[in-house]
């Protein structure tokens, strides 16, 4: 068995590394990879859009399975050219990831499915006027929010018109996001706690991995800007009849609504909820894995993984058995210096060798220099994984293990993991 993953980040060391668990030991290679994945795999230097040139590595490698971790991939047609020559492949096509590359494409499509949403408007320059009535009939209390892909980071919660109408400006004048800011939705701001759930499909079937909750704010206390993602941990949610309901009013009515489209979904649907208190909205959805939530979950799989993603690539999720979440895991984030703006690289990494058993330590920004040492290469350097029997127990092993990890500029949150009281819904 051999398996290729498209991605360099954390959340592709994560799915090397839970592949590797299969008890068939498979051959991993990772393109382009960082340095984590080195360690368990191959790392072939092949840009993770470059669909014509990924197809031809997965049919020189004879892969038996294509697992495509980014975005930017899946909007490029990755999964396309990967499909076209031969490869099963776990991602989805070009028009089935515009679920998440266009949010005004996926406010449509909840609105024609019935799923729940924020109400919202969308624009460019021109309709600039709609959208800042919008704002102020909601009293600048809403969420800008740049219509294409911006690696996470094109999204601005408001309190204020004034907030509001500075974020409009940031995509529509300024440019802030490039082309991904040309249009923007204005979507109202809905109270509750965030849920992020994964479903992995088939075209027309799916399996729910183990919820997660995820903090995007640079700073304790959801404080600062917005990043990819400073930590998470899972399960959030195990309620039985809230999950039923999550599957039955958003999963299956977007899985549905996809195929009737003539975009069948095969990968993995990523639903942000906020759990109001008339139900579950959908925040938005993602066409891949999350970053940093599948450094919690994966571990949490066993050797259940590779099973469940061969299925759904082969499109019969039917007969694969469901991954049951082991106990609980938390994985808080070292950032390097500078982010989430333009961050400082090529700090020496050290103190990995003191981690404890059972704790994992999956890889986003590193690289090996002229020498051979562990550096820093980006924002995320690291994600540090601690499990336990519960989340305060796998948060405990998390941070006492990140205290042994070392780099210049080194920075996290403190409180991944903390668990706020609220009244049961």
């Known amino acids: 068995m051999r398996v290729l993953v498209v991605g360099s980040g954390g959340r592709e060391h994560a799915l090397a590394w839970g592949c590797a668990q299969h008890p068939s030991d498979p051959d991993i290679v990772c393109a382009p990879g960082n340095a984590g994945t080195a360690q368990i795999g191959v790392n072939v230097n092949v840009a993770v859009t470059d669909g014509a040139a990924l197809a031809a590595l997965g049919r020189d490698s004879e892969v038996d399975l294509v697992v495509i971790g980014p975005d930017a991939a899946l909007a490029a047609g990755v999964a396309d050219s990967c499909r076209e020559a031969g490869l099963a492949v776990f991602g989805a096509s070009a028009a089935a990831a515009k679920v998440e590359w266009s949010k005004r494409h996926a406010k449509l499509l909840m609105d024609r499915a019935g799923v729940a949403t924020a109400r919202w408007r969308a624009g460019d320059r021109e309709h600039r006027t709609d959208l800042v009535d919008f704002i102020l009939e ?26 509001a109408t500075t974020a409009l400006a940031e995509c529509l004048d300024e440019r802030r996001f490039g082309a991904a800011g040309d249009v923007v939705v204005v979507e109202e701001r809905l109270d509750g706690p965030e849920l992020s759930v994964f479903a992995l499909c088939d075209g027309t079937r799916y399996h729910l991995l183990a919820t997660a909750r995820d903090y995007k704010r640079a700073g304790d206390g959801d404080e600062g800007p917005n990043t990819g993602g400073m ?14 309901e999550i599957a039955a009013r958003i999963i299956q009515p977007t899985l549905s609504a996809l195929g009737d489209a003539g975009t069948p979904f095969v990968g993995c649907l990523y639903a942000g909820l906020m759990l109001t208190p008339s139900g579950p909205s959908v925040l938005e959805f993602n066409a891949r894995f999350g970053d940093p939530e599948t450094q919690a979950m994966v571990p949490l799989c066993g050797d259940t993984l590779l099973d469940l993603l061969l299925a759904a690539a082969h499109g019969d999720l039917s007969g694969a058995a469901p991954a049951v979440a082991r106990g609980s895991s938390v994985v808080v984030v070292a950032a390097a210096q500078g982010y989430p703006g333009s961050p400082r690289v090529g700090d020496l990494i050290s103190g990995l060798d003191q981690l404890d058993d059972g704790v994992t330590c999956f890889h986003g920004g590193t690289a090996r220099d002229a020498r051979g040492r562990l550096v820093t290469s980006g924002g995320r350097v690291l994600g540090i994984v601690g499990r336990g029997v519960d989340v305060a127990t796998a948060r405990g092993h998390a941070y006492d293990n990140l205290g042994r990890v070392r780099f210049d500029g080194m920075w996290s949150r403190s409180d991944i993991g903390v668990i706020p009281a609220r009244a049961p819904r």
């Open 138 to 163: 909601r009293g600048g209390r809403c969420v800008v929010k740049a219509d294409g892909l911006a690696a996470g980071k094109g999204v601005t919660v408001c309190d204020t018109s004034e907030e």
């Open 231 to 244: 930590g998470a941990y899972a399960p959030a949610e195990e309620n039985p009849a809230l999950l039923q």
